[in-house]
């Protein structure tokens, strides 16, 4: 039977179909298993970032061991004293509060090498470096300190304080004493075990972020520099991990984290990111009652949520679904403010009526003071100290001292607690720069500023500049044979972030790596204005970690060329061929 010519076009109408199906089946099929192998290359490039990353913090420690850091203290040796004896008071057999020291304890090591000043027992005038040997002998120490402990306190001396300086060292030692035994190296185990915690919590949280799996391996190998090669560069005024001047360093980890939860703003704040931004601000506060430096780092993490917000608040059409994220940031900015101000109120209600001139943290106007006169040729000739002001030449530590009693002696005032008229002068106590003495010199400083604005401007950007000068150098930065092990290690990271993103890590993260860099390059800015340039480590670490991702996005860039021109070469010869 000849089929008609209806039923052949309907025959031939159906096989297109078929064949049509059939054709999209199969590219069905290719873009699923194209996505499955790109979800798989995902999971292979965070498994591996996540081991470098682990690797690297691993690194970290053993090269923090080998170079004996476990075994030593640092200078200055006022800091760490005063926080030792008062941290091994509170576990003898009458445990004090408010921060008081026996002086039982402090007369046993005065008597036993660590004697600092001249009215102290013990002080050996002709041996006056005493504490050298002790702070340089782990072991040495660990016997003072078991001795200390066992010592019969005497109740009617009165209580040693610690003036002028952070009174969260002394919680750094009592942690670390409660969790790993009376010895120097628990000092040493405890900053370690803040790393590995924060640590963990970012790796839990972004364990499904390559980029930013990255970020912490780049982290982990600017850590690594600075273990190995910054602070044996700097001798004593570093020595150790646990001195609380590196304390910024071990801080930038948590800023990382919350910088990485609020710049996601398409993200939800499930329970364990809310859990984890708890976690890390509460470091970053205790972090920061050691070490005032590290309140940057807090103020970076506002600064971000309050950008981030301010954006969204713009967009005028969210859903009800939508409402956590739009929360995140607010709670992020909370979170960090209320970090901020406990760091703030705590000292005054933890701190015994004994502290009355004391703020509970470190020297600030101080040190703003003395970077500002330093940092410029012409305010130094103006206020360095001279032979007629009765302080030692030499020591630009008593700049403030001579300008507080010039102030107060052109007013007749002296109503402050550590003001004394002599020889128609106003003198102030100088025993050790205590709160009161910052108190006073803050009026000072901005009046310095007022009358000298063009010299202040300088000498606030003297030390961005020093950083770059002279800083990094004498460290050992811009040495090739001291960043080849960490550059190496950010390059293999780099490698594994490219498994996933491909080519489109050229056009999106690039662009991000240079408003990565603005931003360190403001944020070091600020403590270095009131601490040397070479003590602020959080920022140098921050350049450190810059310099390495920029090192290695170039290296990749030229790789991906070099691959192109090899591919366009390789297809130029076989076009030729044919």
């Excluded at 008609?4 to 290719?30: C, D, F, R």
């Excluded at 980029?211 to 600075?226: E, K, S, T």
């Amino acid at each position: 039977m000849i089929p008609s010519v209806e039923s052949a076009g309907n025959y031939i109408e159906n096989l297109g179909i078929q064949e049509s199906s059939a054709v999209s089946a199969a590219t069905h099929s290719k873009v699923r298993d194209s996505m499955l192998s790109l979800r798989q290359l995902r999971k292979a490039s965070c498994a591996m970032l996540a081991m470098l990353a682990v690797l690297l913090l691993l690194m970290n420690y053993l090269a923090s061991v080998a170079l004996g850091q476990d075994k030593r203290m640092y200078s200055p040796p006022y800091r760490w004293r005063q926080s030792l004896i008062i941290a091994l008071s509170r576990l003898s057999m009458e445990p004090t509060s408010g921060y008081l020291g026996h002086r039982t304890i402090q007369d046993y090591f005065t008597d036993n090498g660590l004697a600092l000043f001249s009215h102290e027992p013990g002080f050996d005038p002709s041996a006056p470096l005493r504490w050298l040997q002790v702070q340089a002998d782990g072991s040495a120490l660990d016997g003072l300190i078991d001795n200390a402990i066992k010592l019969p306190i005497d109740r009617a001396l009165q209580p040693v304080l610690l003036l002028a300086n952070e009174i969260g060292t002394v919680d750094y030692f009592y942690l670390s004493f409660l969790m790993f035994g009376p010895r120097v190296s628990s000092l040493f185990y405890i900053y370690y075990f803040i790393l590995a915690f924060s640590s963990a919590l970012f790796l839990v949280q972004f364990h499904r972020s390559p980029p930013r799996l990255f970020l912490l391996c780049a982290y982990a190998a600017a850590h690594y520099f600075m273990v190995s090669v910054y602070i044996p560069n700097s001798y004593w005024q570093l020595a150790t991990v646990h001195n609380n001047r590196f304390l910024s360093t071990l801080g930038l980890l948590p800023m990382l984290h919350l910088l990485c939860t609020v710049l996601a703003p398409k993200e939800r704040l499930t329970g364990f990111a809310l859990i984890a931004s708890v976690g890390q601000a509460s470091i970053l506060a205790f972090l920061t009652l050691c070490r005032l430096e590290v309140a940057w780092e807090l103020f970076a993490v506002m600064l971000a949520s309050i950008y981030v917000a301010l954006l969204l608040l713009s967009r005028r059409r969210w859903s009800v679904l939508q409402v956590d994220r739009r929360l995140k940031p607010f709670f992020i900015l909370g979170l960090s403010g209320f970090a901020l101000a406990f760091v703030v109120i705590y000292p005054h209600g933890a701190l015994d009526a004994r502290y009355a001139n004391e703020s509970g943290t470190h020297l600030f106007w101080h040190g703003v003071l003395v970077n500002l006169i330093e940092s410029d040729h012409h305010l130094y000739e103006l206020y360095r100290v001279r032979p007629e002001d009765g302080y030692p030449t030499g020591d630009d530590d008593y700049i403030g001292a001579v300008l507080i009693e010039k102030e107060l002696t052109a007013r007749g005032d002296a109503s402050s607690p550590i003001a004394y008229w002599q020889d128609g002068k106003v003198k102030i106590h100088m025993d050790y720069f205590n709160g009161e003495y910052d108190r006073l010199l803050r009026p000072l400083v901005f009046k310095l500023i007022f009358n000298y604005p063009v010299e202040s401007v300088h000498a606030v950007a003297a030390p961005f500049q020093q950083f770059f000068t002279s800083t990094l150098r004498e460290r050992g930065v811009y040495s090739p044979s001291n960043l080849k092990v960490p550059a190496a290690m950010v390059l293999a990271a780099f490698f594994f972030l490219r498994l996933c993103r491909r080519c489109i890590l050229i056009k999106r993260c690039y662009v991000r790596m240079i408003g990565f860099v603005f931003f360190v390059l403001f944020c070091l800015s600020l403590p270095s204005i009131w601490i040397g340039a070479f003590l602020a480590v959080g920022s140098i670490t921050l350049i450190v970690m810059a310099f390495l991702v920029g090192t290695a996005a170039v290296a990749m860039m030229l790789l991906e060329l070099a691959r192109q021109v090899g591919v366009a070469i390789a297809t130029r010869l076989a076009t030729r061929t044919r």
